[in-house]
């Protein structure tokens, strides 16, 4: 596949966090005939301290190494968060031990969630995003040595009084930092989440942060913000339509095609759907089948233009 969407692909399961599921779940991800992977490295117990744990790191190595998927991304903390005053410098020393990795594995890009804080006295909006964009352009600048892209993803609020950009202020951030090897990442669902929150336009969130973006998570939700998370099962949750379901393409009311028919992203962007096999196995051939739909509609578009 060519053009603006050069691969589609599905994040592997994230394990126990000692390299025992690892392989097994790559195969599930090749076996859906996806071209693309992203690997939730978070989870494996290979850097402690910042520090990159060699011998567990030559065992994931091979792993991957038996794969041949034609873009391969990693998952970083899904704490990562560069508005923690107190751990940044933890948090920057856990990035870097992510982006060596990314180069080690031939991986192209690392995910790094946006930042978040709790605002009260002393601690203001503005200052946030300076700490932030400070961090990410220090970051970009190492991604750069390694040639690989760090991308910003949009989260969503998740407590009172909580500091979180919307897409639109995540785009902003991106284009503020101006570095070649920061883009965004849009999770539709995150941004839909957030825009019901905060009383936004979910589409014109999303049109502010298409042109910098070259990563994308697809799964469907409901966009409704946590009233409740008091579910006994993921099922429970998925019945009521809450939260951030990380459900198949078309279980929720997300409208993918008038999406995709008006947003153009960056070249060589990457579309992964974050919909497990560990409970949608059987949905997975049929969200890739539509996922090459929707890319066809970006790329299609590029196409007739040029």
């Not at 060519?2 to 076996?31: E, K, M, P, Q, Y």
């Not at 520090?51 to 990693?74: H, P, Q, W």
């Not at 409901?222 to 459900?247: N, Q, R, S, V």
């Amino acid at each position: 596949m060519t053009g603006i969407i050069s691969a589609i692909g599905f994040c592997n399961h994230t394990g126990r966090g000692d390299l025992s599921t690892l392989d097994a779940s790559l195969r599930a991800v090749a076996d859906t005939g996806a071209d693309a992977c992203e690997i939730g490295i978070y989870g494996e117990e290979i850097v402690s301290g910042g520090r990159i744990i060699e011998e567990r790191f030559a065992r994931t190595a091979e792993i991957v190494g038996g794969y041949s998927f034609k873009k391969l991304s990693l998952h970083g903390q899904v704490c990562s968060n560069f508005m923690d005053a107190t751990n940044l410098h933890l948090q920057k020393k856990v990035v870097r031990a992510m982006l060596e990795m990314a180069n080690r594995l031939g991986a192209g890009i690392v995910v790094h969630h946006s930042g978040a804080a709790q605002l009260g006295e002393g601690v203001n909006g503005e200052d946030l995003d300076k700490m932030e964009r400070e961090a990410l352009f220090e970051m970009a600048d190492v991604a750069k040595t390694y040639g690989v892209r760090l991308v910003l993803e949009n989260i969503f609020t998740t407590k009172s009084g909580q500091y979180r950009q919307t897409p639109a202020q995540v785009a902003e951030t991106v284009k503020a930092v101006g570095h070649d090897n920061l883009a965004a990442l849009i999770d539709f669902s995150h941004a839909y989440i957030e825009s019901t929150f905060k009383g936004l336009d979910f589409r014109e969130q999303l049109r502010a942060m298409a042109p910098v973006t070259g990563h994308l998570h697809v799964h469907d939700s409901f966009g409704l913000p946590y009233t409740t998370k008091e579910f006994f099962h993921p099922a429970e949750a998925t019945a009521l339509g809450i939260g951030d379901l990380h459900l198949p393409l078309g279980w929720g009311d997300i409208a993918w095609e008038e999406i995709f028919s008006e947003l153009t992203f960056l070249p060589d962007t990457t579309l992964i759907m974050e919909i497990g096999a560990e409970r949608f196995a059987a949905e997975q051939p049929a969200c890739l089948e539509r996922g090459r739909k929707l890319a066809a509609l970006v790329n299609d578009r590029q196409q007739a233009a040029a």
